[in-house]
């Protein structure tokens, strides 16, 4: 089945300790892409990539990094989470003139 | 970042009724998408729009690029309670940088 798989779903942590949220697509899709959904804010773009070690920078990358060393492969990294990073967090993937393919999310809570 | 403009942001609607929504921006899009989030989800794609003035028919959703390129409607036609959800346009304004606006709730009464 063709999707785009995050883990973990459900995270809690605590400010400051380091966390990657892992996203992986099945699909050979050159386009990935992370987003943050808050409410009232709806979906921001974090970062997304273009392919294999093409990344840039989307709305609200501050706090966040990325990467994309294997095509199936982009996950978000948290240095030093903070509070204000508590969100529900996406993973999507494209070819070029589709619209995203959506993960089913990862919730993330830092104490 | 660049907001898309959508309206109503909810809607109450009886089983049975059509219901439109539409998306408004200040600058010209090339591509219009709209998706549906139901609860606990992902967003999931309903319509691409490539083309200013293309209809696009998916089932009982009929989507709109509009003709000025600063807006696009999405219609649901016999709503049926498996409608519900978050409904959100999109459109990307460089290069993949994708602007979504925010939301559009609609709840279907039996």
């Known amino acids: 089945e063709a999707q785009v798989t995050q883990n973990p779903r459900y995270l809690i942590t605590v400010t400051g300790k380091k966390l990657t949220v892992t996203c992986s697509q099945n699909?050979?899709?050159?386009?990935m892409s992370w987003y943050r959904q808050d409410p009232g804010l709806g979906l921001r773009q974090i970062y997304y990539?273009?392919?294999?070690?093409?990344?840039d920078k989307g709305d609200v990358p501050e706090g966040y990094k990325v990467s994309r060393k294997e095509k199936r492969n982009f996950p978000l990294i948290l240095e030093s989470p903070s509070p204000n990073q508590t969100s529900l967090y996406f993973c999507?993937?494209?070819?070029?003139?589709?619209?995203?393919?959506f993960g089913s999310g990862t919730r993330l809570t830092v104490v | 970042g660049q907001q898309l403009n959508q309206s109503p942001q909810s809607m109450f609607i009886q089983e049975g009724e059509d219901v439109s929504m539409n998306c408004t921006s200040s600058?010209?899009?090339?591509?219009w998408l709209w998706y549906k989030q139901d609860p606990g989800e992902g967003p999931v794609l309903l319509i691409a729009?490539?083309?200013?003035?293309e209809l696009t028919s998916n089932g009982r959703l009929t989507a709109q690029f509009g003709i000025t390129r600063k807006d696009s409607f999405l219609n649901i036609s016999a709503s049926i309670p498996s409608d519900v959800g978050i409904y959100f346009c999109?459109?990307?304004?460089?290069?993949?940088?994708?602007?979504f606006g925010k939301g559009n709730q609609v709840v279907v009464i039996p």
């Open positions: 999109a459109g990307p304004v460089y290069r993949d940088r994708l602007a």
């Open positions: 699909m050979n899709h050159e386009y």
């Open positions: 999507a993937s494209r070819r070029a003139n589709y619209g995203y393919t």
């Open positions: 990539s273009m392919n294999v070690e093409v990344t």
């Open positions: 600058s010209i899009f090339n591509t």
């Open positions: 729009l490539y083309k200013a003035g």
